[in-house]
């Protein structure tokens, strides 16, 4: 059976990652993502879509569904907007549940009856380790930690259909934009951030990639419900971004 992944965010930086890795495993990937990617490869598809905007979602989800015969989700798009809670607005929670909760939801549903018929399916959610808590990351570590309940929720139900859901939490990824629009590159917090991780190096886009290849892989059919995460040892440690 051929297999085909979604990758939201799939684009730049950790998606990027995570696309180049599937497809060199053989893999078609479709990428939803605001932007097209700025490389190549004969197997590779891009969407593009807005995953704010909830009926967008819907209508390329119900495409891609019927285009292809999807075998793997993974949802890594997300946003952070960091702030303290005085200049935090109510809106922030709404878009950032659309965004990491809605669109997740709106995907697998159209994907699922395809798993289900196939009776196999690979569901990765991107969570974070600010999920523990992080200052000034209240909708976002409160909607990453949201994933890692909804995913085991999903594993429970999805289980005996033979589709695995698990969730990766990446600690801080170096040269991916998300991670440069709070921390500058080249700065002394970057390098304050890098020291106080326990394993001494910020992480990189493909440590991210090689546990999602692991969840993606159909020797892990006995790993679901699980949040791994790929943060150089900071989620047991004390880390402040």
Not at 74 to 91: E, K
Not at 169 to 194: D, K, N, R, W, Y
Not at 209 to 236: D, H, K, M, P, W
Request: proline fraction near 5%; include cysteine.
């Amino acid at each position: 059976m051929s297999e085909v992944a979604i990758v939201t965010g799939g684009s730049a930086g950790i998606g990027a990652a995570i696309s180049r890795t599937l497809l060199a495993r053989g893999m078609q990937v479709v990428v939803l993502d605001r932007n097209a990617p700025d490389w190549a490869d004969e197997r590779l598809v891009h969407r593009q879509v807005d995953l704010f905007d909830a009926q967008a979602t819907a209508s390329v989800a119900a495409a891609v569904a019927t285009q292809h015969a999807v075998t793997h989700l993974i949802h890594n798009a997300g946003v952070i907007r960091p702030n303290l809670i005085d200049a935090t607005p109510p809106g922030d929670f709404t878009d950032l549940a659309q965004l990491h909760f809605g669109a997740a939801l709106t995907l697998l549903k159209a994907v699922l009856p395809g798993m289900r018929e196939r009776r196999f399916g690979r569901v990765i959610l991107m969570s974070s380790r600010a999920a523990l808590g992080a200052a000034t990351r209240g909708a976002y570590a409160a909607t990453k930690a949201g994933l890692i309940g909804l995913g085991r929720t999903w594993a429970l139900e999805l289980a005996p259909d033979g589709i695995t859901v698990n969730m990766i939490a990446p600690g801080p990824i170096a040269g991916t934009q998300m991670f440069h629009g709070v921390v500058p590159a080249g700065s002394e917090q970057e390098a304050a951030l890098a020291r106080a991780i326990p394993v001494r190096r910020l992480g990189e886009p493909q440590d991210v990639a090689n546990a999602a290849a692991f969840f993606a892989g159909r020797e892990a059919g006995f790993v679901t419900g699980q949040t791994l995460y790929v943060c150089g040892g900071a989620s047991i440690g004390q880390l402040s971004v």
